[in-house]
């Protein structure tokens, strides 16, 4: 007798119960049925988790280096229009961050590449509960773009001595508080964001930074010479690898490369990578990035 044909002789026998007002014997038993009901939804659920789980066995590592093709841009100064005082060094604004390109590599600083969706998850990038200090000096954010997991605590910090006002501005996840100087106010992250969501200080309007909230582990933010490493990456399926950065000219960021290089590693339109590694694979990309991927 399968699941719902048991659930079907036990509700009709709760109803001939019900209906007669002659007891001939035990009635069903409300407590009984919801036991019966509650262990059919969760073998039908598991079902549905084992049809969707994954196939692959092991764990492989992609790592590699974005590298701009193209002679390197110069970055102008943020437009400082007030507190001066704090807000340039030696009386010099800093340099914006859209699009920093090492002079000596070549490499790409601040591209976000991570795993869209996990079917399995190593130990080693499970959430990881630690606070995450996110300053802001001389008015801008110390981390221009950052990763860090759901459920994972925000140590945001003004390390200067005049007001910020830090507003996380995402789809799932928002903050919007004056830090006054020298405080610090914690900020729970509560869900994943498919793209980094911005993040801005009202008071000081040139201040920009980045912030992705993942639900693993499975995320790098590359380095100054274009630098990245995702470690134990689920082997043997298609894996569904997001590029972004917050000057591409894709949608929602998206970094779009067209080179045969890029189309070897399955590069979408969307600004992602589709490979499958296999167990205990160490692939090893770069990526050359025209300079038409780019905005400005």
């Known amino acids: 007798m399968n699941h719902r044909t048991l659930t079907t002789v036990l509700l009709l026998t709760l109803v001939a119960g019900c209906n007669r007002q002659t007891d001939f014997g035990p009635r069903a038993n409300l407590a009984t049925i919801e036991t019966y009901r509650e262990a059919i939804t969760t073998a039908g659920e598991g079902g549905e988790e084992t049809a969707a789980a994954s196939t692959g066995t092991g764990w492989a590592t992609l790592r590699g280096r974005f590298v701009f093709d193209g002679t390197a841009p110069t970055m102008a100064l943020y437009n400082v229009t007030k ?46 509960a630690e606070n995450f200090l996110y300053d802001q000096k001389e008015c801008i954010f110390l981390t221009h773009v950052c990763a860090v997991h759901v459920g994972q605590t925000l140590d945001i910090k003004n390390s200067d001595n005049v007001g910020h006002n830090t507003n996380i501005a995402g789809k799932k996840n928002t903050f919007n508080q004056t830090i006054p100087a020298g405080a610090t106010i914690a900020y729970k992250v509560q869900k994943e964001e498919a793209t980094p969501a911005p993040v801005n200080c009202s008071i000081h309007p040139w201040m920009v930074a980045y912030l992705l909230p993942r639900p693993d ?53 969307k600004g992602r990578i589709t490979i499958t590694l296999q167990p205990d694979e160490v692939k090893e990309i770069e990526v050359k990035v025209p300079a038409s991927a780019f905005k400005g």
């Open 83 to 128: 507190d001066q005082a704090t807000c340039t060094i030696g009386g010099k604004a800093p340099l914006q961050e859209t699009l920093l390109v090492d002079s000596g590599t070549g490499g790409i600083k601040n591209v976000a590449v991570y795993l869209r969706d996990a079917s399995r998850i190593h130990d080693s990038a499970k959430a990881n």
């Open 217 to 269: 582990g499975y995320f790098a933010i590359t380095a100054a010479d274009g630098s990245f490493e995702i470690a134990n990456l689920p082997a043997g399926e298609k894996l569904d690898i997001q590029v972004w950065h917050e000057s591409a000219t894709g949608p929602g960021g998206a970094l779009l490369v067209t080179t045969p290089e890029a189309k070897s590693l399955g590069w979408t339109n």
